[in-house]
């Protein structure tokens, strides 16, 4: 009897070849309780990056840094959720300029300029998770996150967090 094995290399392949629905799929997928998509002016907006560890209280805030790299204006979403899934804010900036950086944050800091805050009152948010889309879908930005104190100065009152494609 032969054996037949398959190599890790092998395999690769073949899924890359065969695909998956589930990772390949463009529609916007599931998160927690439902789907992250957020309504703008342009129609749903789905996740194009994730950022965890989100804060945002008092004393401070987490800031997100969009760059816009892509040859086109690009209308960008960030939405902040609590580690319980639940929807807290969201922020919208239509037409982004080519080469442009915004900075987006659930309150006004000390140690930067920020483009759009959160409407409404300073939400509370401990742990929780920030997903940033864009229109066009899967226009070419970067982006970074620092939690902030909302009083302080940098570099002293920084903490990097770590920014992931989200499909």
């Known amino acids: 009897m032969t054996a037949f094995k398959l190599n890790y290399p092998a395999l690769a392949l073949i899924f890359l070849l065969v695909g998956s629905s589930e990772l390949s799929a463009q529609q916007p997928k599931p998160f927690g309780s439902g789907t992250s998509t957020v309504e703008a002016p342009q129609g749903l907006i789905a996740p194009l990056l994730r950022v965890t560890g989100a804060r945002a209280s008092s004393t401070l805030t987490t800031a997100i840094h969009c760059s816009n790299s892509d040859v086109v204006p690009v209308s960008i979403t960030v939405s902040y959720f609590d580690n319980d899934n639940n929807y807290v804010c969201g922020i919208t900036y239509d037409e982004l300029s080519v080469g442009s950086t915004s900075t987006f944050s659930t309150v006004d800091t000390a140690a930067f300029d920020e483009d759009r805050v959160c409407p409404g009152p300073p939400p509370v948010l401990g742990q929780g998770r920030i997903e940033i889309g864009t229109f066009p879908l899967n226009a070419r930005i970067i982006c970074s996150a620092q939690v ?20």
């Open 148 to 167: 902030v104190s909302l009083i302080g100065s940098t570099p002293a009152t920084l903490s990097s967090l770590d920014v992931f494609p989200a499909n």
